[in-house]
C-alpha cells in the first residue's frame, strides 16, 4: 500500500523553540492564515497516520524533523495557544502573535487572528548531524509544502530516511500489530497518531460543530471538551469519549453533579440544591436532550456514558 508524506517549509524560530522542550507528544505546525478546505477535519493533503517532514528555509534547505498527521483546523489564534501553549513553537502568547502579525504585514497588535493549524503527534527534531537534503524535485519557489507517495521513488527514499532516522533515535515505529515480515522489509504503513489532551480538545470542539452539546453556547473560549471517562482511568483521547461543555457545565461533570445518560438526555443531581442551596439553570435543563454528531462512530460511547452514570453521578 503507498502511503503519502508531505514536506512542509517551517519556520526556523519554530523548530529552535521546539527541539528545546522534552518529552513533547504534540505539536501545532501553524500557517500565518487559515488553510484551504471545505469541510472541519478535510485536508486532501494527508490523512490520519501518515507523516509530515520540516524542511527548514533557506539558507538552511534542509529537512530537521517530522511528526504524525492528525488532523487541520482553523483555530482563532488565542484558541490555539490555550490548546498547545510552547507547543506552538514560541515561548508565549505574544511572541507568537507577533511573529504571525509580521509574517501577515498586519500593524493593528490587537487584530482578531485566525490560523491554519496541522496537528502532529510523536515529533521527531534530529540533531543537525542527521539533517539531510530535500527530494530532487523540490523547488525553491515552494511556499509551504509538496507531497509525495512511497510509490515512488523520491517518496520511497523519504520513507528510507524516517525508518533510518527512527531507528538512530530509537524513536517509536510503525503500528504494534504490523506483521515481522513488513516490519524486517520497511513496508510503508500508516503510523498510528498517540493524540494528546490538545489533538482531542480540537477534535471534539469540530465535531460538535463548536457548540456546548448542552447549553448550545458558542463562545469558544467559554468550551471545553470533557473526557466522560478520565483519560488517567482509561478513557482514550478519542471523539467517542468526548463531549463538548461550556466550561461551568464541564466542572459539574467531572465533579459528578450532571450526567448525560446512554440515551444522550442531561441529568441534574439533587445534590447542587442541598450542598449549595441552588442550580436553578441547571434545573432547568434537566431532562433535555444532548445535541450529539450526525456520525456514529463521533457520538458518546453508550457504555462509557453507562460507566459515568454509575461511577461518576452522584444521583
Not at 494527508?46 to 483555530?75: C, T
Not at 458558542?218 to 466550561?247: D, W
Request: hydrophobic share 40%; aromatic share 12%.
Amino acid at each position: 500500500m503507498a502511503v503519502r508524506m508531505v514536506v512542509a517549509v517551517t519556520d526556523r524560530n519554530w523548530f529552535d523553540c521546539l527541539r528545546r522542550q522534552p518529552d513533547l507528544t504534540e505539536v501545532n505546525f501553524w500557517y500565518p492564515s487559515p488553510l484551504s478546505f471545505k469541510a472541519p477535519l478535510s485536508f486532501k493533503a494527508l490523512q490520519e497516520g501518515e507523516l509530515l517532514f520540516f524542511k527548514l528555509h533557506a539558507p538552511v534547505n534542509k529537512i530537521a524533523g517530522w511528526g504524525v498527521f492528525d488532523r487541520a483546523y482553523n483555530l482563532p489564534l488565542p484558541i490555539a495557544w490555550d490548546t498547545f501553549g510552547v507547543a506552538n513553537g514560541a515561548k508565549n502568547l505574544t511572541e507568537l502573535r507577533t511573529r504571525i502579525l509580521r509574517y501577515r504585514r498586519i500593524e493593528d497588535e490587537k487584530a482578531a487572528v485566525e490560523i491554519g493549524c496541522l496537528v502532529l503527534t510523536q515529533p521527531i527534531f534530529l540533531p543537525e548531524t542527521l539533517w539531510f537534503p530535500p527530494p530532487p524535485s523540490w523547488s525553491p519557489h515552494i511556499q509551504r509544502f509538496r507531497g509525495y507517495s512511497t510509490d515512488h521513488a523520491e517518496g520511497r527514499a523519504l520513507w528510507d530516511r524516517y525508518l533510518s532516522g527512527s531507528e538512530t533515535l530509537h524513536a517509536p515505529l510503525l503500528q504494534p500489530e504490523m506483521s515481522e515480515t513488513a516490519a524486517r522489509y520497511g513496508d510503508p504503513v500508516l503510523i498510528r497518531p498517540r493524540r494528546g489532551q490538545g489533538a482531542f480538545r480540537l477534535l471534539v470542539t469540530e465535531i460538535y460543530g463548536r457548540r456546548c452539546a448542552i447549553t448550545r453556547e458558542r463562545t469558544l473560549p467559554a468550551l471545553e471538551a470533557a473526557h466522560i471517562r478520565p483519560y488517567a482511568e482509561g478513557g482514550g483521547h478519542v471523539g467517542s469519549n468526548g463531549i463538548l461543555m461550556r466550561r461551568d457545565v464541564h466542572s459539574l461533570f467531572d465533579a459528578g453533579y450532571v450526567t448525560v445518560t446512554p440515551d444522550y438526555r442531561f441529568e441534574v443531581s439533587k445534590r447542587i440544591r442541598e450542598e449549595f442551596e441552588n442550580g436553578r439553570d441547571y434545573y432547568a435543563l434537566h431532562g433535555s436532550p444532548v445535541t450529539v454528531p450526525e456520525r456514529s462512530e463521533l457520538q458518546p460511547d453508550r457504555n462509557v456514558l453507562e460507566w459515568h452514570n454509575q461511577k461518576r453521578f452522584l444521583g
